[in-house]
């Protein structure tokens, strides 16, 4: 069945350590995306693609890093210079070309930095 | 940039009944898209509007954008627990074929048995 998929579900990590949350796709969509959820508080994005090797910063990309080597793949790393990165992590992807154009979201990953 | 605000931030309902969440935007609404959003998982879409005034309706939820495209509210009907989650309303700020949307808050939606 085609979908995103990321992993993990759940990660841990001490203060000051960087980390890389998984997203991988095989809808063979051009654009993918990586959004932040707190609490109580609805989706702002990190950083976005629409094509393979270009990425460009959303509302909130300081302390947080990304690559797109493969139109399947967008991994994000929160670095250590996020000075709250506990939350929930949000990947997405969409077609240009096919109406109407949704995003497909993966399941997330929680992350929590102790 | 567009903002968008999402009322009510929460609602209760008892289940059969009805219910309205409603988003509007700042600036002109050129896609509006409506998530649902089951607590700690990813966002399943539910509908797109793009035309002013227009209507569209899945099994019990009906999304309506206003004329001028600057609101749009999702309707409940005959609520049931299954409905319970979190909504979501998308937008596109710039016509860009659904790239780049901007999120309101979120309603949270409980339906008591």
């Known amino acids: 069945d085609g979908g995103i998929t990321q992993s993990p579900k759940y990660l841990f990590r001490k203060e000051g350590q960087n980390v890389t949350l998984s997203c991988e796709q095989n809808?063979?969509?051009?654009?993918m995306y990586w959004y932040r959820q707190d609490p109580g508080q609805g989706l702002r994005l990190i950083y976005y693609s629409q094509i393979v090797n270009d990425f460009q910063k959303g509302d909130i990309a300081e302390g947080y890093s990304v690559s797109r080597e493969k139109k399947e793949s967008f991994p994000l790393t929160v670095t250590s210079a996020q000075k709250n990165p506990t939350a929930f992590y949000l990947c997405?992807?969409?077609?240009?070309?096919?109406?109407?154009?949704?995003?497909?979201f993966g399941p997330g990953t929680r992350l929590t930095v102790t | 940039s567009q903002e968008l605000e999402q009322s009510p931030q929460s609602l209760i309902v008892q289940e059969g009944k009805n219910l309205t969440i409603n988003c509007t935007s700042s600036?002109?609404?050129?896609?509006l898209y409506w998530y649902k959003q089951k607590y700690g998982e990813g966002l399943i879409f539910l509908m797109m509007?793009?035309?002013?005034?227009e209507e569209k309706s899945h099994e019990k939820i009906t999304a309506k954008l206003d004329e001028k495209k600057q609101q749009s509210s999702l309707h409940i009907t005959a609520s049931q627990p299954s409905h319970a989650g979190i909504y979501l309303c998308g937008a596109d700020p710039s016509n860009n074929a659904g790239n780049m949307l901007t999120f309101g808050g979120g309603t949270r939606l409980m339906v008591k048995p």
């Open positions: 509007l793009q035309k002013g005034g």
């Open positions: 809808l063979n969509h051009d654009a």
């Open positions: 600036k002109t609404l050129y896609g």
């Open positions: 997405a992807s969409s077609s240009d070309r096919v109406a109407p154009y949704e995003q497909y």
